[in-house]
């Protein structure tokens, strides 16, 4: 157990709705990650908050949207949604000390969009 | 900007044999992390090995080696005795810290290994 907890782990929906993913980070974590792997593909970087701030941004989409609440939880908003945004969501973690490092991850959320 | 290479997308080994994946980067700073990512069939990101730059000694966990090279920029991952457990996507990554961003991290593309039994 990586101690980050995404929310849900599956969710099938339609094009065109709207959805969330919840990710509680591990205790203590200021920074939380975003990312998405489509199917047999690698990761792609989404978007990174540190301590409720946005500090990075990747190939993230207009559609899409992220936030960090004071309490370090994040959610991941994806709207009009399209078939090709079918994918696995990962979100992680990690350390904010200097000489700390390494991602946690969370199990992710399955995302199928019919 | 940091990048990471993964040249083998696929690479297949025996039961029981060792297998070396290979990992360049590409970086301007001296302080950084070095990691090796296992993703198995259940998809679950699973960390194998860490190696902090500023140190010389390769990092080592059971059957999971480095050979760290700082002045060339490589760090692959040695595999001895493979198990059919091993079969998964590995990913090498590199971690900078920034005083006011964070941890920021970059992922190869990958490499697909399947052990043989």
């Known amino acids: 157990d990586s101690g980050v907890t995404q929310t849900p782990k599956h969710l099938i929906t339609a094009t065109g709705q709207r959805v969330t993913l919840r990710c509680s980070p591990r205790?203590?974590?200021?920074?939380v990650y975003w990312y998405q792997q489509s199917l047999d593909q690698g990761l792609q970087f989404l978007i990174q908050y540190y301590n409720g701030e946005e500090r990075a941004k990747g190939n993230i989409l207009e559609r899409f949207s992220a936030q960090q609440f004071p309490d370090l939880h994040s959610e991941l908003n994806l709207s009009s949604l399209e078939l090709g945004d079918s994918a696995l969501y990962f979100c992680?973690?990690?350390?904010?000390?200097?000489?700390?490092?390494?991602?946690?991850f969370g199990e992710g959320s399955r995302l199928t969009v019919l | 900007a940091q990048t990471v290479t993964q040249s083998q997308p696929e690479m297949s080994v025996q039961e029981a044999e060792t297998v070396t994946l290979s990992c360049t980067y590409d970086t301007s700073e001296s302080n950084y992390y070095l990691f090796w990512y296992k993703q198995p069939p259940s998809r679950q990101m699973i960390l194998v090995i860490r190696q902090e730059a500023y140190k010389q000694q390769n990092a080592t966990e059971n059957r999971f080696s480095v050979n760290f090279q700082k002045a060339a920029k490589s760090f692959s991952l040695k595999i001895s005795d493979s198990q059919l457990g091993d079969t998964a996507m590995y990913f090498c990554a590199f971690m900078k810290h920034f005083q006011n961003t964070g941890n920021q991290f970059y992922f190869g593309t990958g490499t697909s290994l399947t052990v043989i039994p």
């Open positions: 992680a973690s990690s350390p904010s000390g200097v000489n700390t490092g390494e991602l946690f």
């Open positions: 205790s203590g974590d200021l920074s």
